[in-house]
């Protein structure tokens, strides 16, 4: 399958602090990258979609200028959390779909667990 | 936007077949159904995906009936490293927006020894 990577996979950080996650397809090309956020034991949260060359698409309740998101390639997204405070602590995982591939299917890359201590 | 029900947490023993049974009554005509696996802070593993009848890959197997409004994923002889949450998902992409493929609260399946 399709091979989405993230990194770092884990990052501490200071309040305070912006801290950027990077999310790459590495044997496609991806006009379109999802951000998901997912908390210990619960389910995976769309924050936004990200669109190669334009602004990303954000969710209800997900604060644009607090997640940054840039898609500057058609292989790399990036996710800064910015002035990160402990409740920003959480698992992001990134995702990418094939384009025109059947059903549209998504594929995650390994996750980021950012600690913000 | 198809909402999905599966239950929320199954357990099994070793070699056995296990059967996770999807519910998504509200599936449009153009949506597909996949399967996902997730480990503890892992990203979600593609499994399946399927739109009617039955699909078959090396690890798992998908049912869809005609009405396609539940699918069943079947595991076949699982093992203890098949413990992990499995998520279905309906919907497609359109647009460019993953609003239709939304999670539901995916089922956790134990295996025991």
């Known amino acids: 399958g399709a091979v989405v990577s993230q990194h770092p996979s884990r990052v501490i950080c200071k309040s305070g602090t912006s801290v950027k996650i990077e999310c790459r397809s590495l044997?496609?090309?991806?006009?379109?990258m999802f951000w998901y956020r997912q908390f210990p034991k619960k389910s995976l949260m769309l924050m936004a979609t990200?669109?190669?060359?334009?602004?990303?698409?954000?969710e209800q309740g997900v604060e644009k200028d607090k997640f940054l998101i840039n898609h500057a390639s058609l292989t790399l997204s990036t996710l800064t959390v910015t002035s990160a405070h402990p409740e920003d602590s959480s698992f992001y995982i990134c995702?990418?779909?094939?384009?025109?591939?059947?059903?549209?299917?998504?594929?995650f890359g390994e996750g980021s667990w950012l600690t913000v201590v | 936007l198809a909402k999905t029900t599966q239950p929320i947490s199954m357990d099994s023993y070793e070699g056995q077949e296990v059967n996770i049974t999807c519910s998504h009554n509200n599936i449009a005509t153009n949506d597909y159904i996949t399967w996902y696996q997730q480990f503890p802070s892992q990203g979600p593993r593609f499994i399946i995906q399927?739109?009617?009848t039955k699909v078959t890959n090396e690890v798992a197997s998908l049912f869809i009936p005609a009405d396609r409004k539940s699918s069943t994923l079947s595991l076949p002889r699982v093992s203890l490293s098949d413990t992990a949450v499995y998520y279905c998902?309906?919907?497609?992409?359109?647009?460019?927006?993953?609003?239709?493929?939304?999670f539901g609260s995916g089922t956790q399946l134990t295996v025991l020894p």
């Open positions: 995702s990418a779909r094939i384009p025109g591939e059947a059903g549209n299917t998504i594929y």
């Open positions: 998902l309906v919907g497609g992409i359109s647009s460019g927006s993953a609003r239709q493929l939304t």
């Open positions: 399927g739109y009617k």
């Open positions: 044997d496609f090309q991806a006009t379109t």
């Open positions: 990200s669109n190669e060359g334009s602004k990303a698409t954000y």
